[in-house]
């Protein structure tokens, strides 16, 4: 299931499931909540668990079935034409940060490393993990605000988010993709001028309000059986800047998961970026930011598209 956030046009925030491929013309939304009202599939599904995707996701398996069976069974008049609501990060107000990881791919962290004339590491290493706070979350066709008296150089990084379904510690990289809910597409804007300021500071440079782009849509594990073999891209103004596969993830998903859980306990609905691959502006020659009117499209096959503009605040 393509499970998503969307308000009418009556101005309510509504859960839905999405109806036919994805970027059809024609798609639309089963409106859970009114779905429930209008038939007997619903008589297995508790209120609460329809209030949004975070009561959803620690209903755990059992709720996401039946909302399945819910969808199938939606009559069309709970069903709305994608075009006619606003969709909304899929998780519009996360609980807690998001966790992140820095300089996953092995080109995109080469390139890095030449920007800010840094050495080689001598060893493979660890997941370099940091976090974005809640305020960063803004929907896949929201704006992106650009504030010119904190920072000149806004930059784009598309990448794959995992959704945490089924909370724990001491996930074994065996068992993590089981503790997965769903995967959906991300842009960790960052202000790589405050990023790379005395003292290294990543988690501010990475913490501007509305600088995360989230969505469309949380596509549900058993649809992504193997998050390592997705295609990510991202253009500018039409122009692509980055194209690689998940493939190429120096630790994969997998090991993320397991890396985060042996310090700290992953609860439902925790949201972890895994990392952007080569084609960031701070890593081009000469080197590039986003500005003023500048419009970012972000993919993965199998997802789903961001496109959000930057707009001066």
């Known amino acids: 299931m393509r499970i998503t956030t969307f308000r009418d046009a009556a101005g309510s925030v509504r859960l839905g499931v999405l109806l036919g491929e994805i970027g059809a013309s024609d798609a639309r939304l089963v409106?859970?909540?009114?779905?429930?009202?209008?038939?007997?599939?619903?008589?297995?599904?508790a209120p609460e668990t329809l209030r949004d995707l975070l009561a959803l996701i620690a209903g755990g398996p059992q709720a996401l079935a039946r909302v399945a069976?819910?969808?199938?069974?939606?009559p069309a008049a709970a069903t709305l034409a994608v075009a006619e609501v606003e969709l909304l990060a899929p998780i519009p107000r996360p609980r807690k940060n998001l966790f992140c990881v820095g300089r996953n791919y092995a080109e995109h962290a080469a390139?890095?490393?030449?920007?800010?004339?840094?050495?080689?590491?001598?060893?493979?290493?660890?997941?370099?993990?940091?976090?974005?706070?809640?305020?960063?979350?803004?929907g896949p066709a929201d704006a992106i605000p650009f504030d010119a008296t904190v920072t000149q150089q806004m930059d784009w990084e598309v990448e794959l988010a995992v959704?945490?379904?089924?909370?724990?510690?001491?996930i074994s990289r065996e068992q993590a993709l089981a503790h997965v809910f769903g995967y959906t597409v991300a842009n960790d804007i960052t202000a790589r001028d405050i990023q790379h300021l005395p003292g290294v500071q990543w988690?501010?440079?990475?913490?501007?309000?509305?600088?995360?782009?989230?969505?469309?849509?949380?596509?549900?594990?058993?649809?992504?059986?193997?998050?390592?073999?997705?295609?990510?891209?991202?253009?500018?103004?039409?122009?692509?800047?980055?194209?690689?596969?998940?493939?190429?993830?120096?630790?994969?998903?997998?090991?993320?998961?397991?890396?985060?859980?042996?310090?700290?306990?992953?609860?439902p609905g925790d949201i972890i970026l895994t990392g952007t691959p080569a084609g960031v502006g701070y890593g081009r020659v000469p080197q590039e930011f986003l500005q003023p009117g500048d419009l970012v499209e972000s993919t993965i096959e199998g997802i789903g598209a961001l496109r959000n503009r930057v707009v001066a605040v």
Not at 31 to 45: C, G, K, M, Q, W
Not at 69 to 74: D, R, T
Not at 128 to 134: R, V
Not at 220 to 231: F, G, K, N, V
């Open 31 to 45: 409106d859970l909540p009114r779905a429930a009202t209008l038939t007997s599939a619903s008589d297995n599904v």
């Open 163 to 170: 959704i945490i379904g089924v909370g724990g510690r001491h």
């Open 69 to 74: 069976a819910l969808m199938l069974g939606a």
């Open 111 to 138: 390139e890095s490393r030449r920007a800010s004339g840094e050495a080689a590491p001598t060893g493979p290493g660890s997941p370099n993990i940091f976090t974005k706070p809640p305020t960063t979350v803004i």
């Open 203 to 267: 988690f501010l440079g990475k913490s501007m309000d509305g600088s995360c782009p989230l969505g469309p849509w949380i596509v549900t594990a058993d649809e992504l059986p193997d998050p390592q073999r997705l295609r990510l891209s991202l253009s500018v103004n039409g122009a692509v800047k980055q194209d690689d596969t998940t493939a190429n993830m120096i630790f994969d998903v997998a090991t993320i998961i397991e890396t985060l859980s042996r310090v700290l306990t992953l609860e």
